[in-house]
């Protein structure tokens, strides 16, 4: 039995979404990929084809850098979803101008909704240094609510470091 909502957080390149994909690959069920990253660049291009490589065959992967909503309401028992990562999909509401607070709300609403088990992966950022900019401090303290968030409402949270699941909450399956 999956937990419903599982977090899965550490920081950039910390093995966090190999750790994840190891999670849904082990469960048996449809294996659901949300991106929700947006490609602008050859370094994001890149990015992109080493986790499709990274995950291997299996996967149906749904592109939702914004409205998660649709795709997990669509979700069903026989599915589980990766949603990698939060923290993209926050950076895209943000630079994008949009409601923060209300998008925050919509997400959680969505999660909480969904009939499938749900993992979903998100970076670690307050352990650094303050930003020296207005943008990137409030993208700091955004992405900090949101780990709150999703760990407040997650039946497992994960902490992943140096490639090692530290369980901050709820068990293993």
Same mark, same amino acid.
């Given at each position: 039995?999956y937990? *419903? %909502? $599982?977090? !899965? ?7 966090k979404?190999a750790?994840?994909?190891?999670l849904i !690959?082990?469960?048996? =069920? &449809?294996?659901?990929?949300?991106? $929700?990253?947006q490609v602008? *660049? ?5 990015k @992109?084809?080493r986790h499709? +490589?990274?995950?291997g ?6 592109e939702a850098?914004l #409205? %998660? ?8 028992? #026989?599915?589980? /979803?990766?949603?990698d /990562?939060a923290?993209?999909w926050?950076t895209?509401?943000? %630079?994008?101008?949009? *409601?923060?607070?209300?998008a ?6 969505a999660?909480?909704? /969904?009939?499938?088990?749900? !993992?979903? @992966?998100?970076?670690e @950022?307050g ?5 020296d &900019?207005?943008?990137?401090?409030r993208?700091r #303290?955004?992405?900090?609510r949101?780990?709150i968030?999703?760990? +407040?409402?997650? #039946?497992?949270a994960?902490?992943?470091i ?6 901050? =909450?709820?068990?293993l399956?």
């Amino acid at each position: 039995m999956y937990p *419903d %909502l $599982t977090f !899965v957080l550490g920081g950039a390149a910390s093995g966090k979404s190999a750790f994840a994909e190891q999670l849904i !690959v082990s469960s048996g =069920k &449809n294996q659901i990929y949300l991106a $929700t990253s947006q490609v602008f *660049d050859d370094e994001m291009r890149e990015k @992109v084809q080493r986790h499709i +490589a990274q995950r291997g065959q299996g996967w149906e992967t749904i592109e939702a850098p914004l #409205d %998660l909503g649709p795709a997990l309401g669509n979700l069903t028992p #026989d599915d589980i /979803c990766l949603i990698d /990562c939060a923290t993209m999909w926050l950076t895209n509401h943000l %630079l994008a101008e949009n *409601d923060l607070e209300q998008a925050q709300s919509n997400l959680l609403q969505a999660l909480k909704s /969904c009939r499938a088990p749900i !993992v979903i @992966v998100s970076n670690e @950022v307050g352990h650094g240094i303050v930003p020296d &900019n207005a943008l990137s401090r409030r993208f700091r #303290d955004a992405q900090g609510r949101l780990n709150i968030a999703l760990a +407040a409402q997650a #039946d497992l949270a994960v902490q992943v470091i140096a490639g090692l699941p530290l369980v901050l =909450k709820g068990q293993l399956p």
